[in-house]
């Protein structure tokens, strides 16, 4: 399921052409991970015939890039019986909440993260996520605590 | 001013749901379909197949108790208290058996409790002290989503404020690696029994510091439970058809509190389980299965029982669904007995009913008290009010007779 | 009409329990489904979306696969509701052996159990 820089490389033409304004194809690959770079970018995987087997396989192994949200976060609700450990476990809630998510109760502010709306969670706010933004960190309590896979991320 | 209700999808009763553009904030996804759902799949009244109204319907149930001999009052879980004495009332003026799902669910649990033999405590005080937290044959991420959240390991507690993975100790039982299980992680264990009075017996032996098959496991349990003054066991239904014995499992968790504070919640049942279990208790001193005739409660005035053994030809089924959760050899003798179903819902056993007299939605339609899985009342306000409720449909055949 | 079995009846540990991914508050229906053990399944030569006929106490209900790693290793879930209070008796209330064997056609409808009931 997880998604990782490698292999989005080995798809790549791996010739370092720069043209994309990345130094290396291995530093593209990890900027079309982070969604700081777009695929159509490689202007040699698309003009050039010989990768079209490799550029429809990047696409297909990217897609679920556009359903995630900015930090990477994919919800199958479908997977989700609004348990709301998530909600009550995130440290951002925890600290803007005491009232609320941080004892247990449905979470009070208005722009969280998550909220479990109709029986399953939604993302409300993913601006909030530690996940998100220039200092992020690789923070998955949320998925670590999910278990049944409902709430997932890219990179795993 | 925000409004907030009480959801009486299980015995959890969360009290913090609110309803904000036609979306429903908190509910877990059992509690969402009481609320979204309510209107759907709706009983009608019936007499024999045939749609008629509502007075009739009553009228004609009231014929039907007049005229039998032997008589079961069945379910009542997911209604309120208040429905739930006119239930017993009713069963007392008419000599009659009494009965509910606790049977055959959690109920000789809720009765070791409240004749105090089971040391117990609030979901509250678990919130806010509770370090050791045993989930025994429960698997409340499916049976009661939001426990955990709510009031057990993961909320942050007024003496246990650093949050589930350094202020709380989780241990989960069961057969199987359920969800739950997996959320055994750091500070926590998963035992994976085939036989659960195995580790009844391996409690007792650690605690005499002997030899035991889980003695490793016990031991550490043991030395976490130390550490606080509040420690709980959340049974459930795998706990309860585990056991041999209930009353080596009491033995047992006196025989923890030799050294250290253990307490008992049951984990399970519908929404007003215990209320009936209590309602009961305050009247007669027994929780289920009892006989007004007799004067006593017993094994034999299980529904299931007189139903299996046709001791009766009459059963008032009130918000239960028996041919959805009896064994069939129990509920394929429903088909022989008179049956009349007081149910919000056109539920399974309604479709073969006799009568079949619509109700509103306890918590949703109708308002009144519920008790939680712990023993804490709670007030619940409907979202609309319907007139003939299960309080109404009740003492109307109550004053019919 | 003689019927050609391919597939082994093969014994599982079923555990009755509840499910919240397919209940239905409505009382209106209940899936016929088991959750089977994905090695449970692999060595039994069964696959998602099967349809088997699961046999206990005498009788039979064809229930549709899913497979869950939350099943007993040796065997699978089925959610309460209808098919297991079918097959269960009170000495097996929440967990009993069934034998499982692949089959053809549709997952047995709530009303052909509700049709046993009426007399």
Known sequence: MALNPMDIYKLLPKTNCKKCGEATCMSFAFKLLNRERRLEECIPLYEDKKYERQRKKLEEMLKPLEEATETGLIVDESLCTGCGNCVVVCPVHVEKDPKGAAVGKGITIDDPILRVEDGAVKVINMQACRRYGKNRVLCVVCRENCPTDAIRFLEG | ?401 | MMRFSKFLKVEADIVVARYALVMDETKSKTEPVIFLHPEFAKRSGVKESDVVEVEANGRVVKLKVKLSESAPESGGIIPNGIYASYLTNFDGFKKFKASIEVSEGEPTSVDGIIGQLKT
């Open chain 2, 1 to 401: 001013m925000k409004m907030s209700f009480v959801c009486p999808g299980c015995s959890c009763l969360c009290d913090d749901i609110e309803i904000v553009d036609g979306k429903i904030l908190h509910a877990c996804r059992r509690g969402e379909e009481i609320f979204g759902k309510y209107k759907e799949n709706r009983a009608k009244p019936m007499v024999k197949g045939k749609e008629v109204d509502v007075d009739s319907a009553i009228e004609e149930a009231t014929e039907a108790l007049k005229d039998s001999e032997n008589i079961a009052i069945y379910g009542m879980d997911t209604t309120t208290v208040e429905a739930q004495q006119h239930g017993i009332e009713l069963a007392e003026k008419l000599n009659a058996y009494i009965d509910d799902n606790s049977s055959f669910c959690l109920g000789e649990f809720v009765e070791a409790i409240l004749r105090k033999e089971l040391p117990t405590t609030t979901l509250e005080d678990v919130r806010d002290r509770a370090y050791v937290m045993v989930y025994w044959g429960a698997n409340p991420f499916h049976s009661l989503s939001r426990h955990m959240s709510r009031y057990s390991y993961y909320p942050r507690g007024a003496k246990r404020p650093r949050g589930y993975e350094e202020d709380r100790f989780l241990v989960v039982v069961d057969v199987r690696r359920s969800e739950t299980s997996k959320l055994a992680k750091k500070n926590a264990m998963f035992i994976q029994v085939s036989d659960d009075d195995e580790l009844v017996d391996s409690f007792f032996k650690v605690v005499d510091g002997k030899a035991a098959k889980y003695a490793k496991e016990a031991g550490i349990i043991l030395n976490g439970m130390k550490k606080s003054d509040l420690n709980v066991i959340f049974g459930g239904l795998g706990l309860k058809y585990g056991l041999k014995d209930l009353g080596k499992f009491v033995e047992m968790v006196k025989k923890l509190n030799e050294v250290a504070p253990v307490y008992f919640i049951p984990a399970g049942f519908h929404g007003n389980m215990r209320g009936f279990n209590e309602t009961l208790f305050e009247k007669v001193g027994y929780v289920n299965k009892y006989s007004f005739r007799d004067g006593k409660s017993g094994g034999e005035f299980a529904f299931t029982e007189l139903l299996k053994n046709e001791k009766i030809d009459t059963a008032l089924i009130v918000g239960t669904d028996p041919v959805y959760s009896l064994p069939f050899e129990v509920s394929s003798k429903l088909g022989k007995i008179k049956t009349i179903v007081v149910d919000p819902r056109m539920s399974f056993t309604a479709r073969i009913a006799d009568v079949v007299i619509p109700s509103a939605v306890s918590g949703v339609e109708a308002g009144g008290t519920m008790v939680r899985s712990d023993g804490v009342r709670v007030k619940l306000e409907p979202l609309e009010e319907r007139e003939v409720n299960d309080v109404y449909i009740l003492n109307k055949i109550k004053e019919g007779l």
